[in-house]
C-alpha cells in the first residue's frame, strides 16, 4: 500500500490551499484516513480524521478552517485548508488505517505547506 500526498506550497495568511492524498495498492478503503502535520522542532499532531462513514474529527486549532473528505471510489482523502495561518505551516502528512485488513498503518511521504505572513 503506497500514499502519495501533494498540493503543499508557499502561501499568504488568509489564504487557502487543499492537500490530497492517493492510496494504492489495496482493494480495500482503509478504515480510517487521517491528516498529520509536524512542524520543525515539534512532534507530529493530528489535525484531521475521517472514517469510512464519513465520520470527522478535527484538533481544536484548526475546527472551522479545515475540512477533510474522502472519495472512496478514487482513494483519496482531501483537506481543505481555509484562512491559513503562519502557525499552520509544517509538513502534512497522510495516514491510513488499514489494522482491520493488513494490520498496520500506513504514511505517506509528506507535503510541505508554508504560510507567510
Known amino acids: 500500500v503506497q500514499l502519495q500526498a501533494s498540493g503543499g506550497g508557499l502561501v499568504q495568511a488568509g489564504g487557502s490551499l487543499r492537500l490530497s492524498c492517493v492510496v494504492s495498492?489495496?482493494?480495500?478503503?482503509?478504515?480510517?484516513m487521517n491528516w498529520y502535520r509536524q512542524a520543525p522542532g515539534k512532534q507530529r499532531d493530528l489535525v484531521a480524521r475521517?472514517?469510512?462513514?464519513?465520520?470527522?474529527t478535527y484538533a481544536d486549532s484548526v475546527k472551522g478552517r479545515f475540512s477533510i473528505s474522502r472519495d472512496n471510489a478514487k482513494n483519496t482523502v482531501y483537506l481543505q485548508m481555509n484562512s491559513l495561518k503562519p502557525e499552520d505551516t509544517a509538513v502534512y502528512y497522510c495516514?491510513?488505517?488499514?489494522?482491520?485488513?493488513?494490520?498496520?498503518?500506513?504514511w505517506g511521504k509528506g507535503t510541505l505547506v508554508t504560510v507567510s505572513s
Open positions: 495516514n491510513a488505517d488499514y489494522f482491520l485488513y493488513y494490520g498496520r498503518d500506513y
Open positions: 495498492g489495496s482493494v480495500f478503503s482503509a478504515k480510517v
Open positions: 475521517i472514517d469510512s462513514g464519513g465520520s470527522t
